[in-house]
């Protein structure tokens, strides 16, 4: 059968749309001169050796272990969460992994807004703070602001997964393992859990990924004071106008990710064929 | 049963952290100060307001217009190829998907600044094209990666069959194949929609000459405070999503019941 | 003394009821099957002996002591699940060691015991396999072991060779009931196969509709089937209404029989069952009945024939074949009549 032609419209689409891309990328990364004319390039290291320097290396290693926190408090907030709900009766699961989507159907920017009206010096929260007599708080414009930010955005990308991966676990693995003597916390630590791992390796990625290169979360909740990797990439592509430094710090970023990736996918042997074998 | 409780007070909590700022947002949509933080009594002058403010009006006029057409595009783009890949032999096949993976798997701020240099290299002016054209690019896969599982689960002979009974491949495609595996493009058309709604990092570098969706327009207010109107807007528009659910919810329901499930 | 006693047991799921009041004996060392269609009960009865439910009312006995609240990872009862549920993030080494590492044995004993298993098992070698490069029957086997190697006084098998095919499951058949003498403990199974139930038991309980038809040995449900359902069930038979007349006496088809039945009221209304291998075909002046061969159909060893006689449709097997449109006689010796009580039409 010839159906795999139907294929082929995308397969140039994919090719301008996603592979040159990358390509230009590439390019800019590795030459200098005016960005706005091509012309002008030449092959060059300079950005990478401006971007190993004590200052770009300090707001890298502030990304990374941003959203490495914020990813483990995912983690430990997410994993009961989805476990209470795949155990929970199905017409009461569904309503309750609506309510997990149902966020996100507002502007993600107005709700991460909306937390400088609850956090601010005047918020909800210094308004009961004080009440209670203590001292107002500095709740925003700072790291934890920006961790609170992202869990808040990323928490649902970390319990949907785990959520889908527990409720394929069959009931009766965990009727064998109580078979063979397992109380409820063996059966959690020796079956659930190692189960779940695939779950876990997806929300891992689904958080760590947009968290370490957010630009918009710091923007909003960390003041213009926190500076993150990507408040870097965008100062350079709409301000400063230097792509070629921007791209290469883009394609560090990349590099970050096809890191992480590999090294979670280690923990995930069994992890289904059908793609992201190549990255 | 302590543990039950305790359960119930654990999903609340987290319940309450993910709507806190919802309710803040629809509380405020109703303050009748332009102030965030003070409580100034109930006013409807925001909604009365969003149908005189053009700007507004016009960000969420190219908001609708880009998701609408982007959803649309992508998912006929993305379910022909579905179609297509999952047709493939190995190889090819997997290249393809994890080209395909790329978009959903970069960080939004790399694919954003990749297409920026991409029209930049191609001299298009930026604006509605290439705001439409970036969207298309990142909901595409979505579309794909739903209808792909259906059209695993679809019984690989019904095409055979069809053209073993007279069909036509296109004939067979668009009527044995197509209908199997509508659910999945269904998903895939309203993931595309959902996702270039809410759209701020890739949209943001790839707009211009006045063009701004929603996204961006509140990006550019949060540097000089929020107007309540944006709150009344995103509350209507969170309202109608929430009726528009319940409408398909009682809808299945009432089938379900009629069907005798 | 009884290994496992149920007394009184009922279950209800939202109201419907799945059992009805089962009572049940199960001996030491007995191979034990419950038997009879989907839906009947026989699994919810396994689970109850489990312990992965509850039963609505009733008590659960082992070894004369109350377990019926004790949970499933507290009773010297081991399962082999259907379609095996065996850890797939385990190999087959760590599955068949699951139980004995709970028990935290030293791993010196682990290991030997393992061995051993897989030598039980014909699967020395496997350690290091995955779970999803075996094949059926061999994760069939490696189910069995991990259960045996705990040492379980009771067996518990939830319809194990449904997966298999036909003549792996032959094969298993024999195995599992070999298996069942070496290590001498009860295997309570369960099958909706009647032809498993009547090569592997030793008792067999017919159940249908949540209660208990039929406890008895193979060829006492065979032969001496209680009531319609059972001899349907079990083989195929002719079932047609009857009258007793008397003690040794009944009239079926317009005409009396001899038979080996008794205590039935007089002219008691009853149905009769007979085996169409009991039936055997005469000439038409020896026949006490007479028929002609509506179709003749081969099965093998034997023929299946239908005779229609002037008011039923018997099924012969033989290994006679009769053209279709021949005229026959046909006799059953007085044994091979099986009179049950009428159940009261539903």
């Known amino acids: ?279 | 049963m302590v543990s039950r409780g305790l359960k119930r007070l654990y999903t609340f909590l987290i319940f309450l952290f993910l709507y806190a700022p919802i309710i803040v947002l629809i509380v405020f949509s109703f303050n009748n100060s332009k102030s965030r933080g003070v409580w100034a009594g109930f006013t409807f002058k925001w909604y009365i307001e969003l149908f005189k403010d053009a700007e507004i009006l016009k960000a969420l006029y190219y908001t609708l217009l880009v998701a609408v057409l982007s959803a649309l595009i992508s998912t006929v783009l993305g379910t022909f190829a579905a179609i297509g890949i999952y047709n493939m032999p190995g190889l090819s096949k997997k290249i393809t998907l994890n080209l395909n993976y790329l978009p959903v798997l970069n960080p939004d701020i790399v694919t954003a600044v990749s297409l920026m240099a991409l029209f930049r290299f191609f001299k298009m002016e930026f604006g509605l094209a290439t705001m439409l054209l970036s969207h298309i690019v990142f909901c595409t896969p979505y579309v794909i990666l739903s209808v792909l599982p259906k059209l695993k689960q679809m019984n690989k002979h019904l095409a055979e069959a069809a053209m073993d009974l007279g069909a036509t491949p296109f004939y067979a495609l668009r009527k044995v194949i197509i209908p199997e595996i509508m659910p999945g493009i269904i998903t895939g058309c309203l993931m595309a929609f959902t996702l270039s709604i809410d759209d701020f990092v890739i949209s943001f570098f790839n707009t211009g000459n006045n063009v701004s969706n929603l996204s961006i327009e509140i990006f550019s207010m949060s540097r000089r405070g929020i107007n309540p109107v944006i709150n009344a807007l995103s509350t209507l528009m969170f309202v109608s999503l929430i009726i528009l659910l319940l409408i398909i919810n009682k809808r299945t329901e009432k089938n379900e019941i009629e069907r005798g499930v | 003394m009884h290994t496992i006693e149920l007394k009184n047991i009922s279950k209800e799921y939202n109201g419907v009821t799945v059992l009805n009041d089962i009572n049940l004996y199960i001996q030491e060392n007995e191979f034990l099957t419950l038997l009879g269609p989907s839906g009947c009960g026989k699994t919810t009865t396994l689970r109850i002996i489990g312990g992965f439910e509850e039963p609505t009312k009733g008590t659960v006995l082992f070894e004369e002591k109350d377990i019926t609240d004790i949970p499933p990872y507290k009773r010297q009862i081991n399962t082999v699940f259907q379609k095996y549920a065996l850890f797939p993030h385990l190999d087959v080494y760590d599955n068949i060691a699951f139980g004995l590492k709970i028990k935290k044995l030293p791993k010196s004993e682990i290991d030997s015991k393992v061995k051993e298993m897989l030598r039980l098992v014909n699967l020395q070698g496997f350690e290091k396999r995955s779970i999803d490069s075996l094949s059926g029957g061999q994760q069939q086997r490696i189910a069995i072991a991990r259960a045996l190697v705990n040492e379980p006084k009771v067996l518990l098998l939830d319809e194990p060779l449904g997966a298999l095919d036909l003549k792996l499951r032959k094969d298993m058949q024999i195995e599992l009931k070999n298996m069942q003498k070496r290590v001498g403990i009860t295997f309570i199974y369960v099958t909706h196969d009647q032809e498993e139930a009547l090569t592997m038991s030793d008792t067999i309980v017919v159940m249908d509709k949540g209660r208990i038809q039929q406890i008895g040995t193979p060829v006492d449900i065979y032969n001496e089937p209680k009531n319609a359902f059972v001899a349907e069930f079990i083989g195929e038979s002719n079932i047609i209404d009857g009258i007793m007349h008397e003690d040794y006496l009944v009239e079926f088809s317009g005409q009396n029989f001899k038979c080996v039945d008794k205590g039935f009221r007089k002219g008691e209304n009853i149905e009769v069952v007979i085996r169409p291998e009991d039936i055997e075909i005469v000439s038409v002046a020896n026949g006490q009945l007479n028929g002609i061969v509506k179709s003749v159909t081969f099965k093998g060893v034997h023929y299946e024939m239908i005779i229609e006689s002037k008011d039923f449709e018997w099924m012969i097997h033989s290994t006679i074949m009769k053209e279709v449109g021949t005229e026959i006689g046909m006799t059953v010796l007085p044994e091979n009549i099986h009179i049950m009580k009428k159940v009261r039409a539903e």
């Open chain 1, 1 to 279: 059968m010839k159906m795999k032609k139907v294929a082929y419209p995308y397969i140039l689409w994919m090719a301008i749309f996603i592979v040159i891309p990358l390509f230009l990328i590439l390019y800019f990364a590795f030459t200098t001169g005016d960005s706005q004319n091509f012309a002008t390039f030449q092959f060059s290291l300079d950005n990478f050796k401006r971007f190993f320097t004590p200052t770009y290396l300090k707001v890298l290693g502030r990304s990374v272990n941003l959203a490495f926190i914020s990813t483990i408090i995912c983690l430990i907030l997410g994993y009961p969460l989805a476990y209470i709900i795949s155990k929970a009766e199905p017409r009461k699961r569904n309503m309750m992994v609506l309510m997990l989507v149902i966020p996100m159907w507002m502007n993600f920017l107005l709700r991460t807004y909306a937390w400088l009206t609850l956090l601010g010096r005047n918020g909800f929260i210094n308004f009961v703070i004080t009440k209670i007599g203590f001292k107002p708080l500095e709740l925003i414009y700072n790291d934890k602001a920006v961790l609170l930010g992202m869990v808040y955005n990323f928490l649902p990308f970390m319990v949907l997964p785990i959520y889908t991966v527990l409720i394929k676990i069959e009931k009766s693995l965990i009727e064998a393992a109580e078979d063979l003597g397992a109380n409820k916390i063996e059966v959690f630590s020796k079956v659930v859990l190692p189960l779940s791992m695939p779950g876990i390796i997806t929300g891992i990625t689904m958080v760590f990924i947009p968290a370490v290169s957010t630009f918009v979360i710091s923007a909003l909740l960390g003041g213009n004071k926190y500076n993150l990797i990507g408040n870097l990439v965008e100062q350079q592509f709409r301000w400063t106008g230097d792509w070629h430094f921007g791209s290469s710090m883009s394609i560090i970023l990349m590099i970050f990710i096809l890191i992480t990736m590999a090294l979670t996918s280690k923990f995930d042997k069994e992890k289904e064929g059908g793609g992201g074998g190549l990255w």
